[in-house]
């Protein structure tokens, strides 16, 4: 009987990315498993049209907090009674907790799979687990855990790399979105364009607005190409002010779906972000790219030459999520446009274009 494995990470695009490499790492190990994917709606279109996952399982938590809301407790067990009854059904016999929460543990359990592993569990998530795989080590690769996971399992080095895909309906509301951007009729072609990823969760993480806005145009000037701003529906007003100090500056933020962000990724000749999702994604999409670090540093070998960690290891970081420098944040203030620009010219991809402009 081939096997039925559950993997849970509900949240967090970033990390859903970097533990993408585990769909390809466990078709290696066992080829004719079923393989599944419980998630929250946000990180479903990130999933939905990769063809190695047989299923993505979307938990609708918040259609369940809005009955509590609205005290339709009835509703809302009936609903959870159900969705348990339905998970439980598909029969896992392997549950995998990413996550390492309670709330994620949970579902390992409500699984019914008898083995759960968890990668460094803790809220109680430990007691739920079957066995569980510390989270942190000196490897510096991205993805590092779920990696270690993956070699834990059995699967093959080789067969660990990140895996995101894009469908034909994300590539048409890309094609769309970016001819609306650039002006242009559905039977010019689109040019050439580079990515700036500026926004995540935490201020310790960002890099300047004004930096942003010193970079775009040299970079423009530097390769010829327009400069795409993409973010989330939280960061447009973030987003307005790098825009309104940077002509020419085409800000998508906001103003595309998840998936359809992905496939304009896909279509990047560089994407420059910080520690974000976005940024990750370039990374996993192949496209030439550099990830701007300072108080978190999820990883510094991105396992290609035409991706760049800078980051500036200074004594007090990375900080994570308690800087010690009252908000200055100085190493991210190490990075400057030109120091950005001239790692740019460092990628082998980029060597040609951006080396023959600067001079």
Same mark, same amino acid.
């Given at each position: 009987?081939?096997?039925?494995?559950?993997?849970?990470?509900?949240?967090?695009?970033?990390?859903?990315?970097?533990?993408?490499?585990?769909?390809?790492?466990?078709?290696?190990?066992?080829?004719?498993?079923?393989? +599944?994917?419980?998630?929250? /709606?946000?990180?479903?279109?990130?999933?939905?049209?990769?063809?190695?996952?047989?299923?993505?399982?979307?938990?609708?938590?918040?259609?369940?907090?809005? @009955?509590?809301?609205?005290?339709?407790?009835?509703?809302?067990?009936?609903?959870?009674?159900?969705?348990?009854?339905?998970?439980?059904?598909?029969?896992?016999?392997?549950?995998?907790?990413?996550?390492?929460?309670?709330?994620?543990?949970?579902?390992?359990?409500?699984?019914?799979?008898? %083995?759960?592993?968890?990668? $460094?569990?803790?809220?109680?998530?430990?007691?739920?687990?079957?066995?569980?795989?510390?989270?942190?080590?000196?490897?510096?690769?991205?993805?590092?855990?779920?990696?270690?996971?993956?070699?834990?399992?059995?699967? /093959?080095?080789?067969?660990?790399?990140?895996?995101?895909?894009?469908?034909?309906?994300?590539?048409?509301?890309?094609?769309?979105?970016?001819?609306?951007?650039?002006? =242009?009729? %559905?039977?010019?072609?689109? /040019?050439?364009?580079?990515?700036?990823?500026?926004?995540?969760?935490?201020?310790?993480?960002?890099?300047?607005?004004?930096?942003?806005? +010193?970079?775009?145009?040299? @970079?423009?000037?530097?390769?010829?190409? /327009?400069?795409?701003?993409?973010?989330?529906?939280?960061?447009?007003?973030?987003?307005? +002010?790098?825009?309104?100090?940077?002509?020419?500056?085409?800000?998508?933020?906001?103003?595309?779906?998840?998936?359809?962000?992905?496939?304009?990724?896909?279509?990047?000749? =560089?994407?420059?972000?910080?520690?974000?999702?976005?940024?990750?994604?370039?990374?996993?999409?192949?496209?030439?790219?550099?990830?701007?670090?300072?108080?978190?540093?999820?990883?510094?070998?991105? $396992?290609?030459?035409?991706?760049?960690?800078?980051?500036?290891?200074?004594?007090?970081?990375?900080?994570?999520?308690?800087?010690?420098?009252?908000?200055?944040?100085?190493?991210?203030?190490?990075?400057?446009?030109?120091?950005?620009?001239?790692?740019?010219?460092?990628?082998?991809?980029?060597?040609?274009?951006?080396?023959?402009?600067?001079?």
């Amino acid at each position: 009987m081939s096997r039925r494995i559950l993997i849970v990470r509900l949240s967090a695009i970033g990390d859903v990315v970097m533990a993408s490499g585990l769909i390809p790492a466990l078709r290696a190990r066992w080829p004719d498993a079923h393989l +599944a994917w419980l998630a929250e /709606p946000p990180v479903r279109e990130l999933l939905a049209d990769n063809p190695r996952l047989d299923e993505v399982i979307v938990w609708p938590r918040g259609e369940w907090r809005q @009955l509590a809301r609205e005290h339709r407790y009835g509703e809302l067990a009936r609903r959870v009674r159900t969705f348990v009854r339905e998970l439980r059904a598909r029969r896992f016999d392997l549950a995998l907790d990413l996550q390492g929460l309670l709330k994620s543990a949970i579902w390992t359990r409500l699984s019914g799979a008898p %083995e759960r592993i968890a990668i $460094g569990p803790r809220e109680g998530a430990q007691w739920l687990a079957t066995r569980a795989i510390p989270r942190r080590s000196e490897d510096t690769r991205i993805g590092s855990e779920y990696r270690r996971l993956a070699l834990e399992l059995g699967a /093959p080095e080789s067969g660990f790399r990140l895996d995101l895909a894009v469908g034909p309906a994300a590539h048409a509301a890309a094609e769309q979105a970016l001819r609306e951007a650039f002006g =242009l009729d %559905e039977t010019a072609p689109i /040019p050439p364009f580079a990515i700036i990823a500026p926004f995540t969760t935490r201020p310790q993480k960002h890099w300047f607005a004004e930096r942003w806005a +010193a970079l775009a145009p040299q @970079l423009t000037q530097q390769s010829g190409w /327009p400069v795409v701003m993409l973010g989330g529906p939280g960061d447009r007003e973030a987003a307005a +002010a790098i825009r309104e100090a940077t002509p020419g500056l085409i800000d998508l933020s906001g103003r595309t779906r998840l998936a359809a962000s992905v496939a304009i990724i896909a279509q990047a000749r =560089l994407l420059i972000g910080v520690d974000t999702g976005l940024t990750h994604m370039g990374i996993a999409l192949g496209v030439p790219t550099l990830a701007l670090f300072g108080s978190t540093r999820p990883y510094l070998d991105t $396992g290609s030459p035409d991706a760049r960690v800078l980051w500036s290891a200074r004594a007090c970081s990375p900080c994570r999520r308690h800087p010690t420098c009252g908000g200055t944040f100085d190493c991210l203030r190490d990075h400057t446009p030109a120091s950005v620009l001239a790692a740019a010219r460092t990628l082998p991809a980029l060597q040609g274009r951006l080396a023959e402009r600067a001079s």
